[in-house]
Nanobody, 114 residues
Framework: QVQLVESGGGLVQPGGSLRLSCAAS????????MGWYRQAPGKQRELVAV???????NYADSVKGRFTISRDNAKNTVYLQMNSLIPEDAAVYYC????????WGQGTQVTVSS
């Protein structure tokens, strides 16, 4: 079955960095568009960043210049490098794989607090 397993979340101070990873199995990873979404308490889930199967990138305006999405097709893994974190970035971050179907990971918590 399809599994997307996120890791790398945690507690970080404002201005700090985290690197999230999402390891995929059960899909032909290289054909999928991969994305990171986030959901803060009381808010809707929102797109953070997407990398297409062709390597095209798209970012939410709120994270441009601070976050970088990348993928390693040999490892079936997508990454989200998050720098200059601010309290507004705190949320549960979800990995998404989309082709004809869409799959979600279980989420990883990111807390930004001093």
């Amino acid at each position: 079955q399809v599994q997307l397993v996120e890791s790398g979340g945690g507690l970080v101070q404002p201005g700090g960095s985290l690197r999230l990873s999402c390891a995929a199995s059960g899909i032909s990873f290289r054909f999928y568009n991969m994305g990171w979404y986030r959901q803060a308490p009381g808010k809707q889930r929102e797109l953070v960043a997407v990398i297409t199967n062709g390597g095209e990138l798209n970012y939410a305006d709120s994270v441009k210049g601070r976050f970088t999405i990348s993928r390693d097709n040999a490892k079936n893994t997508v990454y989200l490098q998050m720098n200059s974190l601010i309290p507004e970035d705190a949320a549960v971050y979800y990995c998404n794989a989309k082709r004809w179907n869409a799959y979600w990971g279980q989420g990883t918590q990111v807390t930004v607090s001093s």
